[in-house]
């Protein structure tokens, strides 16, 4: 019985492993102890990886092999890399820098072919198809280190943007140069070749920008509330995608990379389905096509003598030298400072998807030989340790100097941001709390603030339970995407007061409301909630009614009264708009007069925000509903107020959320309230509650005098 089972074990245990259960296990130990033991010796996590796949792969213990499964997953991890660098690209940065992306990509391609190509046809003494394919191979780069600038916070950093959107300019030229390669060496190149390669093409972007958007809106629309759905939805385009891209006669990375840029607008990068795709990315897709990476390395092949050696170390050199040369003239040509150039050039460095599908097909149609694939795969190792020290050391250098996301758009102090919402209908809860964390500033360390105020009456301590049993459901959505939340309870004689003490208790920066419900007649006589919360806060309030997912719009519409420019909140809120389209990914209109454009346009500029913005002018606002001739269905509609006796404060503003709210019923509205000097106002030495009323009479007869004179 004893043998058997030892048997049992043996064979299990036996290099190569069969068992599937035992190779994930394997797989799962190396991705979670490679980058703990590593980080000991200060070796990015991502190098563990490669060099652990060195070590269990076929070339070294022969642990695991290059089965179907370990392909399979490998295959999975490369195109999510892709994917998720289109998905992260910040589209308002790369239509800024498309000139400078489009000149970084030109360098990185021509430069390294320009040098490779000489020294494999004259150095190495190669023929004319395989010299080509060779120098090709030396222009591709695969953006392996994408994730630690991704984990320091600085990948919509200008030159991470101009690097990404030039990886696939060059990389697209590249692999259709090994298209026309492969068909130069097999004999087919001719018209009917060139104008099926155009057409497929053309075709495969039509149905990439052109239809899955369109589909994916309307999937996010009508099957909201199955978030599983969504992201099975969003790796059924990853990798339908990668499939056409194929089919098209490109390599799948290709196909990845545009599934992601044509979800980019559909996707927030704070939403909670961004926050799954990149977890489970990152825990287990992106760690096994590293780990293969490592399994193709035979180190055995420099000790075949001096040629594989020679052959080895002028590939590794000519590859390195001109991904350098390609980030100083990018350096050189758009005065980088020398940490940028080396964030460029670590990124832009390490060859290995598309160096790997170059090098794989010139050897199955014997094109290059054993020793050009040998090098290569030694360079694929070299290239991606340097690459990934590179970006390591110069990420954390970036950051130093200030250059993290979100800097360029939040300017108040955002280590200090703390954010409140007061609960009150539990329906429009987590669309607030979206909201909220597509705003919230990524460096602030405080939880976002739920609370809850319960009536001093006869039933608060049931009211408490409840309250806190739906905190708590609160709370497990915002687990989801990640968002951390305090959950705060109190008692107060009423709720208007419970907000504003517990907004002082908290030290709010910011207060995020649901739409004002319609109010009793009781109410309009004391005095309204909302407008009691208004008076008895400081803050920046915001109202939203959020009735439709943002990805619904194609446009944010801001309309700002005269003056606004002069509140004491003016510049918070306004980075926090220009957040919120960061995020969205959309163009923002603001309507306002002269003065205040120019106001925002200098606010804008100081911000270095990228977010496409225009103005439209309006001059009565006097006449609030004349605004409706700038205003559209597709349109997230903002309106900035402000709180009575401010200086940009008018009668036509007051009552403006139930006005507002009649006339555009079908569509999102946000209401502002800049925030105000604390104790500047009269409001402090009223009756609160009954100051509304009083405030209308005396409004209505100042008015009737003014009409006499």
């Known amino acids: 019985m004893n043998n058997k089972v030892i048997d049992h074990l043996i064979h299990a245990f036996e290099a190569p492993l069969t068992n599937p259960v035992l190779i994930f296990s394997l797989v799962l130990l190396i991705i979670l102890l490679s980058p703990i033991l590593l980080r000991a010796i200060r070796v990015p996590g991502i190098i563990g990886l490669i060099l652990a796949g060195v070590v269990v792969g076929p070339h070294g213990l022969n642990w695991l092999e290059k089965s179907s499964a370990v392909n399979l997953f490998s295959t999975i991890g490369l195109l999510y890399i892709m994917f998720i660098a289109g998905l992260e690209l910040d589209m308002n940065e790369f239509k800024k820098t498309k000139h400078k992306s489009a000149l970084f990509g030109f360098f990185t391609f021509i430069i390294p072919i320009a040098i490779g190509f000489p020294v494999c046809f004259y150095g190495l003494g190669y023929d004319l198809l395989p010299s080509v394919l060779i120098a090709s191979m030396f222009a591709t780069h695969t953006l392996v280190s994408y994730p630690i600038v991704s984990r320091y916070g600085i990948s919509k950093h200008e030159a991470v943007a101009i690097t990404i959107g030039g990886t696939i300019l060059t990389d697209t030229a590249v692999l259709i140069i090994l298209a026309v390669i492969t068909g130069a060496a097999q004999g087919d190149i001719n018209q009917e070749f060139w104008v099926t390669l155009g057409v497929s093409f053309a075709v495969f972007l039509l149905i990439m920008f052109g239809i899955i958007p369109r589909i994916a809106k309307w999937f996010f629309q009508r099957v909201e509330s199955e978030k599983t759905g969504h992201y099975i939805f969003v790796l059924t385009v990853v990798f339908f995608s990668a499939f056409m891209a194929e ?33 489970i990315g990152n825990a287990i897709f992106i760690p096994f096509f590293l780990i293969s990476v490592g399994m193709i390395v035979d180190v055995s092949v420099l000790m075949k003598g001096p040629t594989a050696l020679i052959v080895a170390a002028t590939l590794t050199v000519v590859a390195v030298l001109g991904k350098f040369l390609a980030a100083t003239a990018t350096q050189l040509t758009f005065k980088y400072s020398k940490n940028e150039r080396n964030l460029i050039f670590g ?44 970006t390591e050391s110069a990420s954390k250098k970036v950051v130093r100097e200030g250059h993290q996301d979100d800097e360029h758009i939040e300017h108040v102090e955002e280590s200090e941001e703390q954010i409140m919402i007061p609960i009150a209908n539990m329906s429009n809860m987590e669309p607030i709390l979206d909201f909220a964390t597509l705003i919230k500033s990524k460096k602030s360390p405080f939880p976002i603030n739920i609370v ?40 107060d004689m009423n709720i208007p007061s419970g907000i504003a003490r517990m907004s002082k208790s908290v030290l709010a920066d910011i207060i995020i409301m649901g739409w004002p419900s319609v109010v009793s007649f009781v109410d309009k006589i004391v005095g309204e909630k909302a407008e009691s919360i208004l008076n008895k806060t400081d803050a920046t309030l915001l109202m939203c009614r959020i009735e439709k997912p943002m990805i619904t719009h194609r446009s944010i519409t801001v309309f ?20 919120l389209a960061q995020e969205l990914s959309l163009p923002i209109s603001f309507v306002c007069d002269a003065r205040t454009e120019e106001n925002i346009d200098e606010a804008k500029n100081k911000l270095k925000s990228s977010v496409r913005a225009t103005y439209g002018n309006y001059e009565d606002w006097d006449n609030i509903y004349g605004l409706a ?39 999102n509205l946000i209401l502002i309230f800049p925030s105000r000097q604390e104790n500047q106002h009269i409001d402090e030495y009223e009756s609160v509650e009954a100051s509304p009323i009083f405030r209308k009479i005396s409004r209505e007869i100042g008015n009737i005098f003014n009409k006499e004179k």
């Open 247 to 279: 089919i098209a006669g490109l390599e799948p990375i290709i196909g990845a990379f545009v599934a992601g840029l044509a979800l980019n607008k559909l996707i927030p990068h704070s939403s909670a389905l961004m926050n799954r795709i990149e977890f």
């Open 560 to 579: 700002v009264p005269p003056l606004a420019e002069s509140e004491v909140g003016f510049g918070y809120w306004l980075e926090k708009i220009l957040k």
């Open 452 to 491: 809850s105020v319960v009536p001093d009456d006869e039933q608060a301590e049931r009211n408490i339970i409840e309250a806190k049993r739906n905190l708590e459901n609160t709370a497990k959505y915002a687990s989801g995407s990640e968002t951390e939340v305090e959950l705060l309870t109190t008692v």
């Open 347 to 390: 990124l832009s460095n390490a060859h290995a998807a598309a160096t790997l599908a170059v090098i794989m097909v010139g050897y199955n149609n014997n094109i290059i030989d054993e020793n050009v694939l040998n090098g290569t795969i030694v360079l694929i190792l070299v290239t991606c340790i340097i690459a990934t020290m590179m």
């Open 629 to 667: 001739t700038f205003s559209n269905s597709d349109s997230l509609l903002v309106f900035v107020s402000s709180r009575s006796g401010e200086v940009s404060y008018r009668d036509s503003l007051d009552g403006l959320a139930k006005r507002v709210g009649k006339y555009y019923k079908n569509q």
